[in-house]
């Protein structure tokens, strides 16, 4: 699989260092932010090189955390207080977009 350009990872990454705490984006949020529409690369540079920032604050469209992380990146939203929706057996979460979306500058895209 070819590897992202150097400046889409810069790019990537500098959005995902601004996050502040307790708000989230979406791969497709953080790749609309960065002018593409690649949000599959977004979770590839998120992959690779997702460690070098707070990579719990980027979440699938649906609000759930990065697969096979839930319960580190879990750990992060309840220290940092990002807003949460549970199942009703309490056994399944994923932070709740409409109260925990950031986007650089207050606007989207």
């Given at each position: ?22 708000r989230?984006?979406?791969y ?5 932010a ?8 977004v ?45 009703r057996?309490?056994?399944v ?7 925990a ?9």
């Amino acid at each position: 699989m070819p590897q992202p350009a150097e400046d889409f990872v810069g790019a990537v990454l500098d959005v995902v260092a601004q996050i502040p705490e307790g708000r989230t984006m979406s791969y497709g949020d953080v790749a609309a932010a960065i002018g593409s529409r690649a949000a599959r690369g977004v979770g590839q540079v998120m992959a690779y090189y997702g460690d070098e920032v707070p990579w719990w604050r980027v979440v699938r469209a649906s609000g759930h955390p990065p697969q096979c992380h839930e319960g580190r990146a879990l750990e992060h939203y309840r220290a940092e207080g990002t807003p949460l929706l549970w199942s009703r057996d309490r056994t399944v979460f994923r932070v709740d977009l409409a109260a925990a979306r950031w986007w650089p500058d207050g606007e989207p895209g």
